[in-house]
């Protein structure tokens, strides 16, 4: 590594919190799915900022968007309307088929408000008694790192000495029905869930699960509330993750991929009367919804039609996966995913997902470790045939590599 390089990573440091362990790599530069670094090596993106940039990275008509409005207009806050926010609305409800939508901007923040609305909700339209709204949730979760969201968390990690906790919430195994019909009471207002947990290492559930948690929801009068923060919009093959399943949320959460990456943007979209229950001055937030937002998010929706990006999703997950398959190797113990979310998990002998992310970034890939024996590879939505087959090729070559 030159002096450069090195000054970054110390710098970052000795003045950061270290909340987070970075591959030691200095980013300066993205294209498409290929960033570079500070020396000018180039690498494919596999983790897409968590699936951010399914777009690819500096889509140049998000791009042309962004810096078009920055020149115009970019922050009004809500006490005045601006020229965007209603084109936001009525494009997003067209493509999801919503009928309302509260704007936010980190995932988390859309999270949080879905948990206030169909509390309110459950006190005002189903009638549960004032401060004993349950909301039924999964183990192994991930929605965010808020102290809302921490409270119902799973993992030590993300808990250990924030608490003292927010109440109200139960917790039940992700793909069990019978699990979800046992823990519905008559305050259960919501059950909140990922269609697939991304953050756990990529765990899809059952076949069937979700139409079955859906005739729950509906036969006890409980908000079905899917986080697509991750799987939505495209990555899995299909707009929202939960048309594989053949379902509707009566909430979805988004986020991410709804700016394409170049700023944070998220939303509540509901199908019936939650969101309805927010009155002027109960919710809020002075970025959420503003006008340079809107024209990110409406140039991201856009970009990811008009270019095809979910076809491309499910036609270069499923060569993807079917190469990952291919690969004989003894560290491999299963290869999951749907569209372009895919997970390789090693066996615990294999030593660690972490050191074979840092052997693919000496082969020009990056890709992210997560819960130690898993490899998440998330490649942006625009990543070709060729592409896929050269990733291949060096994760054949990676996976089968000799540490000892
Ligand atoms: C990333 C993520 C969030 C949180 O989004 P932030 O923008 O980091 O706050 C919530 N839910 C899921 C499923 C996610 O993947």
């Known amino acids: ?72 207009l970019t922050l009004t806050s809500r006490a005045f309307h601006n020229d965007q926010l209603a084109l936001f609305y009525e494009e997003i409800a067209a493509l999801t088929g919503s009928h309302k939508v ?59 000495h924030f608490g003292p906790f927010a109440p109200g919430f139960r917790i039940i195994p992700f793909g069990d029905a019978v699990a979800l019909e046992d823990a519905i009471t008559p305050n259960t207002v919501a059950f909140l869930v990922e269609p697939i947990q991304g953050e756990a290492g990529l765990v899809i559930p059952p076949a069937g699960y979700f139409t079955k948690v859906r005739q729950l929801c509906t036969v006890n009068n409980v908000m079905l509330v899917l986080d697509e923060i991750q799987t939505g919009l495209g990555r899995t093959g299909k707009l929202l993750a939960e048309q594989h399943e053949g379902i509707e949320a009566d909430v979805t959460l988004l986020g991410k991929a709804l700016s394409g990456g170049f700023y944070p943007v998220s939303a509540v979209l509901s199908n019936n009367d939650v969101l309805g229950t927010l009155r002027p001055g109960q919710h809020g937030s002075t970025f959420g919804g503003n006008p340079l937002a809107c024209a990110v998010a409406r140039a991201a929706m856009r970009v990811l039609v008009e270019e095809g990006m979910i076809e491309n999703a499910a036609r270069q997950g499923a060569r993807f996966l079917e190469g990952l398959k291919g690969i004989r190797a003894n560290t491999i113990r299963e290869v999951r995913g749907r569209g372009l979310m895919l997970a390789v998990e090693l066996h615990p002998e294999a030593g660690g997902a972490r050191r074979y992310c840092e052997a693919l970034q000496g082969k020009g890939i990056l890709a992210k470790d997560t819960h130690e ?22 994760l054949a070559t990676t996976l089968t590599q000799d540490f000892s």
């Open 1 to 72: 590594m030159s002096a450069s390089v090195i000054d970054f990573i110390a710098t970052e440091a000795r003045f950061g919190a270290h909340n987070y362990e970075p591959i030691g790599v200095v980013l300066s530069r993205g294209e498409g799915v290929w960033v570079w670094d500070t020396e000018g090596n180039r690498y494919l993106d596999c983790l897409s900022a968590y699936s951010a940039v399914s777009q690819g990275h500096c889509h140049p008509k998000i791009l042309a968007a962004l810096v078009e409005q920055a020149h115009r």
């Open 102 to 160: 509260l704007p936010m901007n980190s995932g988390a923040e859309a999270v949080e408000s879905a948990i206030k609305s169909v509390r309110k909700w459950g006190y005002e339209v189903k009638g549960v008694p004032d401060g004993q709204a349950e909301i039924i949730v999964c183990a192994n979760n991930f929605h965010g790192r808020t102290l809302g969201i921490v409270s119902f968390s799973t993992d030590p990690e993300t808990r250990t």
């Open 373 to 394: 024996y898993t490899i998440r590879i998330a490649p942006p939505l625009v990543i070709t045939s060729d592409q896929v087959d050269w990733a291949l090729e060096r």
